[in-house]
């Protein structure tokens, strides 16, 4: 027999509820390290048949007290009036757990705390978050109307001001003197009043008045999170309910408390800050309870703007009355409050208009068909100016609806609001403003001709670089715009979204990458089939990588995005991964070299395949913990070929592009460094600064100057970024390195800033760090006015100019965040001073060697500042971060007139 029982109780009326408490221990890993008991207060034979085949106790419990017209009670009390009973009617056990029937365990660390709970104080229990009740007065209230029905005012004299003990989850020890005290108190309270709460203001009243609240281990409130109180949020990477406080910790027990157990659905907030639609019931060991779910492509960046629309809300769609919505998508739908059957585009598609506008920012655009300006503000957020037609806007209610929100996004600057029917209010604007749109979004009238229409005039006004979109293709009429866009020689396609959106562009632009959403089995209507949709074999293709690989979506979709640049721009050389592990990342390599490559290309997969090398001292992981002391040390994460990288290349049909070489890099790649030849794209994916060095010194000469280099464990593993570091040093330059995510990096070899030294200052390169006898370093503050600027810079070039050997300086001026700003100021700087030298008649001397640096992290700066002779500072700085105290070590430049 184990040593803790988790007790529950039900009826009929809750059988459903508990099989969900029952099952959420019963099918956790840990679920039999305890015994379960459940107290019978009404349940048929059937219920009792299914209730037998997991927990180790039925009982039917008595009333334990004299209780007035016990017979005319609910039976559900008996169990409430039981619970200070519990060591007597399940006896044997050390620590008895108690959950209520609407609750259920989602995280074992509950129990674990429970118990623990118990055994060091002999009672454990969670407050109740009385301050987030949607009317925190009304509660109060609340509680202290029901201390006075059980109690006398000398009982519970000021405790309706304490936090209320929840008794829906709670721990005892066998021999805790809580259980009798408790046992008191509800035998006290029955005289007043027996019904619901009873027992759980008893047991208020026993533990602050008779034991002390110091006599109680008070749990983290996720040990019962009370839904009716704040709703958790799902957290849709980790795929659990978490609380809504940073750093949001995944809650242990979920309380149905009060409505949530009614309702079947709610909407909730995720972690992510958008929504999803889902049961707060147990969803059983391999389901998820979400039903429906903002959905946003995970490679387009994500803003948030319901904040400007506090009349938006999630709506039901099924009984919708419009033939081409696309109800069984999954998505939520969006509606405003006022006009509930008129929809809001998706969240997915209001992501396509922001990441669409953000490549025209600066450029004129028009919308035909706002609404109620959700798509408005999306476009808008994007950096576009923004025309935009609605015959709706002639409504002043609407108007100003739609001016509202967007001044609440901060946009309104930015958009013209013209009330009037598209096209001809569209190509009034157009002659009347000499307009020629860069970015159209079609969204108006969808029955037939207007799209079209609205479709030939953006045809006729749109600029020669355009991008046109349109929304809800599922109707065949709004189709018809995109047919004429594509018998007018634009390209097109179409993104698989809710209501699915087509695109058309002509000339320097292209659309926006978008991944439709895995989860949907999708389908295109026959009015489409003759199109092209935006990545959804892509979209197949991660899914199935995901299992074959431990990269993170930045990662995996950043060696996506680089090899297929590399495919698209046609830079010679194979495909290199070093640290294969599953295979995942090397078989989308070769997937990528299959559907784009112009030329014959292989993926050469080196790595051991039967774990990691041995790590030296020098490997330790971010937060300085010994790589040997985390789960990734000397011989984890072997992956043999026949079962993982064969596997998913087989599955995706590229297993003959892929090359696996098996070994120790030290030893295979020298090996193979001939048979490997030019290298056009390297992932270096190796963790250990020796198996990085490694990589390096015998690939890196081999890469193609136009190729790219991703690594991925640079901000991981402190080894794999002193590798990288001193890897620059040999060569004798710095790498522009570009931040994926946390831990990812990749660097373009076009890039690179070499270091020259002032003997070698005829070098046609284009770009370098440039230093001489006395090298000083400035960081300038850019965002100041350029005239303040170039002043101060002025002060410092003449200075030299003026001096007798002003081809021994070199500055090296900070240039983030804009070096093109950075230049043009020096420049102005540095024509100023001359041309005043040569009016005052002055012999101008050579001019000291200046470099624009950016793009540096604090590791590179620290290392380039071991170059520095001398700072000259300045009346606004903007240092490197963590680098002011070593720069301002450095001597102050005083140059001798």
């Not at 041995?614 to 026949?642: C, H, I, K, M, W």
């Not at 992290?857 to 290392?863: A, C, G, V």
Request: charged share 20%; glycine share 6%.
């Amino acid at each position: 027999m184990n040593s803790t029982i988790v007790v529950t109780s039900a009826d009929s009326k809750f059988f459903e509820l508990v099989q969900g408490t029952i099952l959420s221990i019963r099918e956790k890993p840990q679920g039999y390290s305890v015994d379960i008991g459940f107290l019978d207060t009404g349940c048929t034979l059937e219920q009792l048949q299914w209730i037998s085949q997991y927990v180790d106790h039925i009982i039917e419990p008595g009333w334990n007290y004299d209780i007035p017209s016990s017979n005319s009670q609910p039976n559900y009390l008996k169990a409430l009036a039981s619970r200070p009973f519990l060591p007597e009617y399940f006896p044997g056990y050390e620590v008895y757990i108690w959950i209520d029937a609407d609750a259920w365990l989602q995280d074992w660390s509950a129990i674990e705390l429970l118990t623990l709970g118990a055994k060091r104080k002999g009672f454990s229990i969670v407050t109740e978050l009385v301050a987030k009740h949607v009317n925190r007065f009304w509660m109060q209230t609340w509680i202290t109307w029901h201390y006075h029905k059980y109690f006398h005012h000398t009982e519970f004299n000021r405790l309706d001001i304490e936090p209320l003990l929840n008794a829906g989850v709670f721990s005892g020890a066998r021999q805790s003197i809580h259980w009798s005290a408790w046992g008191k108190r509800v035998e006290q309270a029955i005289l007043r009043c027996f019904d619901l709460w009873t027992d759980q203001f008893a047991l208020n009243v026993s533990i602050y008045k008779d034991l002390g609240l110091d006599r109680v281990e008070l749990l983290p409130l996720n040990c019962n999170w009370l839904a009716h109180y704040q709703l958790p949020l799902w957290d849709p990477q980790k795929r659990l309910w978490v609380d809504p406080f940073p750093p949001h910790e995944p809650i242990g027990i979920v309380h149905l408390t009060a409505d949530a157990k009614t309702r079947p659905t709610h909407i909730v907030l995720t972690t992510e800050g958008f929504k999803v639609e889902a049961s707060l019931r147990y969803p059983g060991k391999n389901s998820l309870p979400i039903k429906r779910y903002d959905y946003v492509s995970n490679n387009q960046r994500r803003i948030h703007l319901d904040y400007s629309f506090p009349l938006m809300t999630v709506v039901d769609p099924s009984s919708h009355p419009w033939p081409y919505l696309r109800k069984e998508i999954p998505h939520l739908s969006h509606a405003d409050l006022r006009q509930p059957l008129i929809g809001f585009v998706s969240r997915d598609e209001a992501h396509i208009l922001y990441n669409t506008a953000l490549k025209f920012q600066g450029k004129p655009a028009l919308e035909i068909g706002c609404w109620l300006g959700w798509s408005t503000a999306h476009l808008a957020l994007g950096g576009v100016v923004l025309d935009v037609v609605d015959p709706a806007l002639a409504n002043p209610q609407i108007y100003e609806s739609v001016d509202q929100s967007l001044r609440l996004a901060g946009v309104r600057s930015n958009v013209n609001l013209y009330p009037g029917y598209s096209p001809e209010k569209a190509e009034e604007i157009a002659r009347e403003k000499n307009r020629r749109w860069s970015l159209i979004y079609i969204d108006g009238n969808h029955d037939a001709p207007a799209p079209l229409l609205d479709a030939q005039v953006a045809d006729r006004y749109a600029a020669e670089d355009a991008l046109i979109l349109f929304h809800d293709l599922a109707s065949p009429d709004v189709a018809e715009g995109l047919n004429y866009l594509r018998a007018r020689g634009w390209n097109t396609m179409i993104y698989q979204t809710m209501q699915i959106m087509g695109v058309a562009w002509r000339g320097n632009v292209q659309p926006v990458e978008h991944i439709p959403d895995p989860a949907v089995d999708w389908t295109l209507p026959e009015h489409l089939k003759g199109y092209p949709v935006y990545n959804l074999e892509l979209s197949r293709v991660l899914e199935k990588v995901k299992a074959f690989t431990l990269l993170g979506f930045e990662r995996l979709w950043n060696l996506y995005t680089l090899a297929k640049r590399v495919c698209q721009e046609d830079i010679s050389g194979n495909f290199v991964e070093c640290g294969v592990c599953r295979g995942g990342s090397s078989a989308l390599l070769a997937w990528v070299i299959k559907n784009y490559s112009r030329r014959p290309r292989k993926v050469y997969a080196f790595d051991t395949f039967s774990g990691m090398p041995q790590p030296t001292e020098v490997d330790r992981d971010y937060r300085g913990f010994l790589a040997n002391d985390t789960p990734y040390g000397a011989g984890a994460l072997g992956a043999p070929v026949s079962e993982n990288l064969e596997v998913i290349s087989r599955e995706l049909g590229v297993w003959d592009l892929i090359v696996p070489v098996q070994g120790l890099f030290a030893d295979t790649l020298p090996a193979y460094r001939d048979q490997v030849g030019e290298i056009a794209f390297l992932h270096a994916d190796a963790d250990w600064y020796q198996s990085t060095m490694d990589i390096f010194q015998n690939l890196y000469e081999q890469v193609n100057s136009q190729g790219f280099i991703q690594i991925d464990d640079y901000g991981h593993w402190q080894g794999c970024r002193e590798a990288v570091h001193d890897f620059e040093r040999e060569i004798g330059a710095f790498f522009r390195l570009h931040s994926i995510d946390y831990t990812g990096v990749w660097v373009s070899l076009a890039e690179n800033l070499p270091v020259v030294r002032d003997s070698l200052t005829e070098t046609t390169l284009p770009q370098g760090i440039r230093l001489s006898k006395f090298n000083v370093v400035l960081f300038p503050y850019w965002e100041l006015e350029t005239e303040q600027l170039a002043e101060e810079l002025e002060k410092l070039l003449e200075q030299i100019l003026l001096s007798p050997n002003s081809k021994d300086y070199a500055l090296i001026l900070l240039g983030d965040p804009d070096p093109q700003l950075a230049n043009q100021t020096l420049e102005m700087a540095a024509g100023n001073v001359i041309l005043k030298l040569m009016e005052k008649g002055e012999e101008v001397a050579e001019e000291p060697l200046c470099s624009v640096v950016s793009g540096l992290n604090p590791w590179q700066w620290e290392r380039l500042i071991q170059h520095m002779n001398y700072r000259y500072p300045l009346k606004r700085e903007r240092f490197p971060k963590g680098l002011r105290s070593a720069v301002q070590k450095l001597p102050v430049l005083l140059i001798a007139q």
